[in-house]
């Protein structure tokens, strides 16, 4: 018990360095979020701390209703909705939150994404979808995640004048959904600046995220 | 008194890194001072210097009207409307100015970044606004900066056909509403390009604005 | 043979670098390949993995079938399709495949770029054309580039709704190609944005592209 | 003179690491030449090498008829066109060409950027001009830059169809207007997006640059 959260702190406070690496974030607008293992307990960022200053140690520890249980630092605004989503998806094991510029400037109109090129089939299955607005600092915001999610293949969710919110099996793949979520975002953004973009068949989308899902990394290998 | 100078160019000239690390600035762009506590004095960034190339020791340390009383060389062109400003607003213990990209387009069109998202809500409490042009090199910029944030939020000013200042209780405070300034005007930027984006409700903009200053970061911790 | 197999590893590695640093790439959405000289074997990146994880000793050997023969990982997703290029152009020894942000966006509009600018006609010959749709993981996007690329000068072909790919006499060339197109189409973007531009003279465009592939660098130094 | 050219070659050596730094390169495509002070000798940077290959000892120094006085590798080959600003402006001491991206799609389009910022009018003192078309290898650039500039306050010309090539009393000066160039080609890009721009008074900008050329930075240091 003691071991899976030492664990999951560490893991949670190494991921946040690919926030400002993969340029998400701005300040401390961001934050990654971890299940610990066997326990109704998450670990998530401290509130306004930079991330150059992020250890271990400075983690918080709380209970899937958002309660701090171990820790220094007054845990991030958005607690309350990480831990509505690990208690309404068990299946979901780590929640990454940004406003990366061109994912948050859909959010900021309020479109999806379009499934338009292969990428987007691969990590998202299909158009990624738009939550709803809600204020920031109860569960209201976990509440429009689960919500938008239900039955999508993406786990990324636009969430409305706001920005990004992602999942994942761990909270590494979250932290690659809120990476590809971007460079689909900008890349989409481009291509519709000069023209039309046409979305891809649906079951091309089928085929594309199955094999991505089943084949693409070292799952496949013998 | 000494110490309290020292302190400040230290701090000073530390938070000017800021500046090209998150791309505000090209060349020597940009400037950041802060008020020496307990005295009628200001640090400074010297003028024309690179950012690489600066020490504590070559800040400038000048008077409230911008007259140097300390340092090897001559202080920043803005040094008459940073004074400017710590003359009018005892609140205000920091200043940054930049020509970031994207906020600075903003002000070429004198246009005011709309309130749209939450995050612009959290840290300017409304529209980001637009202050007069004026000549670099006297008070005239700073006049319009007290003028123009006289009643407002907003701990910034896109000034008209030249860039950008912010305002703050501390230094950092000044840096970070630059850095997110910035990314506003960025975000803002790419949705408006495909399309309208929706101002937040003036209710959810004073709820957000309240929260995000009283109760994020570590204020609220026990 | 070994060494030359060995050789093969180590540069496929160490361009791999060159992915991120020119922000080609995200996450782990790129790959290089070349061909072992004097053998009929490729050398390419495992499927999945980070650059910062790539080492010479992870890197996949493959027949030109993309059957693996040696490499603890599965190899990358694009492997028979970097195989079909191999076979039916022997004299390329490099393949390059990204999802560079502005030159997909030309490819998820199918829109070739236009040689409007000294850079493309020294780099491309010409127009960078656009390759036809195909689903990912078996040879079909391998014939669509040789079928694109027969008698173009280009080393670059975008592939409708999904990305670029390049080819070169050395796997450096198709990295070099891959930088080059992304700059091509970011710049040709910009331009577009704002107006329209002109396509240069064919007699201009074939003088420069001479004298870049003939002069340039250090083939003319004595 | 001996000792003349080796600071040269370091200074010119150094200088270049600006140009992947500010992101105004991409490959090997910008270079960097210094006059030679006291004597008819320039030295700039060899064709087609990486920038962080370059060394001071494989920097070439070259007559200032483009030919190869001493040095292991061939001339950039835009030699010829430096070798010319050189002969016909005995003011310029630095020469430096790249093809920065938001400054070429201006090129790219033959359209100067106007003086609508503070930053260009301290900078470039008017609008940003345009030069004619012309090939590369010869000095045909070099009689377009030296026409366009003609008269002009700006360091800088944009080359119509293919880059930026710009000016200064030493060859830092020369780096700093490719830097600044680049600068405001983006942030009147970005402004004109999303309309129109307003050109500052004449008047104005003849104040700001002059009050930029003779007190800016430490010139009037006491």
Redesign the interface.
Known sequence: MRAAVEAAKADVCALHAYLPA?ELV??T?GNVSARVPGADLMVIK????EYADLTPASMVVCDLYGNRVEGD??PS?DTGSHAYVYRHRPDVNGVVHT?S??A???A????AIPC????IA?EFGGDIPVGPFA???DEAIGEGIVETLEGSNSPAVLMR???VFTIGASARAAV?AA??V??AA?????????????R?DDA?IA??HD?YTN????K???
Chains 1, 2, 3, 4 share one sequence.
């Open positions: 993969a701005a300040w607008s401290p509130s306004g701390l630092y007054a605004s406003h510029p061109y948050t400037s859909w900021a109109r309020a479109e338009c090129l292969t990428a691969d204020l920031i600092g004048n706001h920005g690659k990476v590809m971007e460079d900008r890349t989409v953004h481009l291509a519709r600046l000069l023209g039309p973009v046409t891809l091309d085929s594309l094999r084949v693409y990394g070292q496949g290998a013998k």
